[in-house]
């Protein structure tokens, strides 16, 4: 028991020596980018190969993970009179919660501006927002990629490993069979996140239109680069052909997130707000699971239970409608008839008069 204790308390302390070194990291590269002499930019680079790479944290996700592999694997102990005891069941960690999805409402980015906290990790832009930032982003190379994820809720990793053999724009679908993961700081291919494996993602016209726009402008760079451009099977690359750095892509998005007027997301939240954007246009949650790829519909549920404002609206009006009613008075008593939108679906029925039903005693 003690073990594993020491085992999970050794993480936390390794979390935070990660953020550490990546604060520390940050301020070298802010003070590199700021530096206005070539010895300068050359001094903090040098600084920065000095430093250690970069590494993500274990989460309290993984490490619940971590303790149920654990907690199966001395279950099949028992079974096999290894053991007696389970110490993994006994270990406590602190709850993994996941955050709710919160959309940057007026009311929300005026409180951001005043305090500058973010009422949630995980924040979704609404339609106008998404529309302003993939406006803002237009003349970007490799614009696609935002257009994609935007839209059709592709995990960074996704993206960055899109192969065009598994685009097909005529049947307007992508099938996301890889990924390009990060090891330290070193991208690697790796196979999607899931054990469902592949999935196939449905392309409407608009994206398809700007895949085929982009496809004709790597085109035109391989033609440029010549002998020199390196053949990946990428949708998105750099110029010369190469993997595209995931870890770079996130920085590249939030420095323009930063430098506009728009409140801050992640580009993970740009996933998130394809989900959103999909409930908005009716799509049900079992359908938008399997867009993002949820191993469950629960987990879909979870995340996704606030809604854009304005569907949430449009849901309570529905709803009321759907009860005839006498109609209702200015003073909020009832006072005559409320049609319905749908009558054939409703159970109950107007009884004028107080007549009595079949069955009914006064």
């Known amino acids: 028991m003690s073990h594993l204790n020491e085992m999970f308390a050794k993480i936390a302390e390794n979390n935070d020596e990660i953020i550490s070194a990546y604060?520390?990291?940050?301020?070298?590269?802010?003070?590199?980018?700021?530096?206005?002499?070539?010895?300068?930019?050359?001094?903090?680079?040098?600084?920065?190969?000095?430093?250690p790479p970069f590494r993500r944290t274990t989460g309290p996700a993984p490490q619940h993970?971590?303790?149920?592999?654990?907690?199966?694997?001395?279950?099949?102990?028992i079974a096999q009179?290894?053991?007696?005891?389970?110490?993994?069941?006994?270990?406590?960690?602190?709850?993994?919660?996941?955050p709710k999805a919160l959309v940057w409402t007026t009311e929300r980015v005026e409180q951001w501006q005043r305090t500058g906290e973010k009422p949630s990790p995980v924040m979704v832009w609404t339609p106008d927002q998404t529309g302003d930032f993939l406006d803002l982003v237009h003349e970007d190379r490799l614009y696609a990629r935002y257009h994609l994820i935007a839209f059709r809720g592709l995990r960074r990793g996704e993206a960055c490993g899109l192969r065009w053999a598994d685009v097909d724009l005529n049947a307007k679908t992508a099938t996301v069979a890889t990924q390009l993961v990060l090891e330290g700081w070193e991208v690697e291919e790796g196979d999607p996140k899931t054990s469902s494996g592949a999935r196939v993602i449905a392309l409407d016209g608009e994206t398809v239109?700007?895949?085929?726009?982009?496809?004709?402008?790597?085109a035109a760079e391989k033609l440029k680069?010549?002998?020199?451009?390196i053949d990946t099977g990428r949708v998105f690359t750099e110029a010369d052909g190469t993997l595209l750095h995931s870890g770079?892509?996130?920085?590249?998005?939030?420095?323009?997130?930063?430098?506009?007027?728009?409140?801050?997301?992640?580009?993970h939240d740009l996933r998130h707000g394809a989900a959103t954007l999909a409930l908005a246009g009716g799509a049900?949650?079992?359908t938008v699971q399997e867009m993002l790829d949820h191993s469950s519909i629960t987990i879909t549920s979870d995340i996704y239970t606030s809604v854009l404002p304005e569907v949430a609206h449009r849901a309570a009006e529905a709803a009321a409608q759907l009860v005839p009613r006498r109609s209702t008075g200015t003073d909020g008593h009832t006072s005559g008839t409320h049609d319905a939108r749908d009558g054939s679906a409703l159970l109950l029925v107007a009884n004028p008069g107080n007549e009595k039903r079949p069955g009914q005693t006064r």
């Open 65 to 77: 993970r971590l303790r149920a592999t654990l907690r199966a694997s001395l279950n099949d102990a």
């Open 225 to 229: 680069w010549g002998e020199a451009w």
């Open 284 to 286: 049900d949650l079992k």
């Open 23 to 51: 604060a520390a990291r940050r301020a070298v590269d802010d003070a590199r980018k700021q530096a206005t002499r070539r010895t300068d930019q050359r001094a903090f680079r040098a600084q920065l190969r000095e430093m």
């Open 248 to 267: 770079k892509v996130s920085e590249a998005f939030e420095k323009i997130v930063r430098t506009s007027d728009l409140p801050p997301v992640r580009l």
């Open 209 to 218: 239109k700007v895949l085929r726009a982009h496809k004709a402008q790597q």
């Open 81 to 98: 009179q290894i053991i007696t005891f389970n110490r993994a069941a006994h270990v406590e960690l602190d709850p993994a919660k996941r």
